[in-house]
């Protein structure tokens, strides 16, 4: 069975801060990773997937994250945030039939 | 032009009733879902659909029934709404079911609220 777990319901930094979003995975088999970003009423927007190409994923809005498998972990950084990063972002795991599975999600606040 | 497109955006109900949530893409894409989110924010895949082929998470009451007309139309009904039914309903969709590698799309989601 394949599952996340998101550390930390709520992050808040400083507006030019390194933003760290962590997840750690569980799955039986190689996993593929995604991190998703919730804006305020909105659906849900990719931010980048790992399907085991590169470690290193880099994504959309200078995000990235980095797959490592003696951790189980996938945490999502950028170098800097900015006050339009304020969201939810959800880390997730493909399972069977493509279905994603989430964790519980990271509220990220950006203080100017 | 948008993605994945849902209607309505809001839904209020009385318990007991039945309604349905439309979901349409124009992506071309073979598959589509419905997740549930609660209202702590947590999501929850409850059917995928995929070339006529329903896949159907077991916790899943019976009360919700996805139907297909076509490969762009996927819409949820719901009978005999209960409270805990109240969440915010994503429909989303992908290329295929490719060993899990696809993107999902997702809608803007609706929110249901039963009374």
């Known amino acids: 069975a394949q599952s996340v777990t998101q550390l930390g319901s709520h992050v808040s930094v400083s507006e030019g801060a390194l933003v760290l979003l962590r997840c750690n995975y569980s799955?039986?088999?190689?996993?593929?990773l995604f991190w998703y970003v919730q804006y305020p009423n909105q659906g849900l927007q990719l931010l980048l997937k790992y399907t085991s190409a590169a470690t290193l994923v880099k994504g959309i809005n200078g995000f990235e994250a980095e797959f490592k498998k003696s951790e189980t972990s996938f945490h999502l950084t950028k170098p800097s945030a900015h006050m339009s990063d304020a969201a939810e972002y959800f880390c997730a795991v493909s399972g069977w039939a493509n279905n994603l599975f989430f964790g519980t999600g990271t509220r990220l606040t950006v203080i100017p | 032009d948008t993605a994945v497109s849902q209607t309505p955006k809001y839904l209020v109900t009385q318990m007991g009733n039945d309604k349905s949530i439309k979901c349409e893409q124009n992506?071309?894409?073979?598959?589509m879902y419905w997740y549930k989110q609660d209202s702590k924010k947590f999501l929850k895949i409850m059917f995928s659909?995929?070339?006529?082929?329903?896949?159907i998470n077991e916790t899943v009451p019976n009360r919700f029934s996805p139907k297909s007309p076509d490969k762009a139309h996927l819409n949820l009904h719901i009978n005999s709404l209960e409270l805990g039914d109240s969440a915010v309903y994503f429909c989303a969709s992908s290329q295929g079911a490719s060993g899990g590698v696809d993107t999902q799309y997702f809608g803007p989601g609706t929110r249901l609220t039963v009374l």
């Open positions: 799955s039986s088999v190689p996993p593929y």
């Open positions: 992506l071309g894409h073979d598959t």
């Open positions: 659909y995929n070339n006529k082929e329903l896949i």
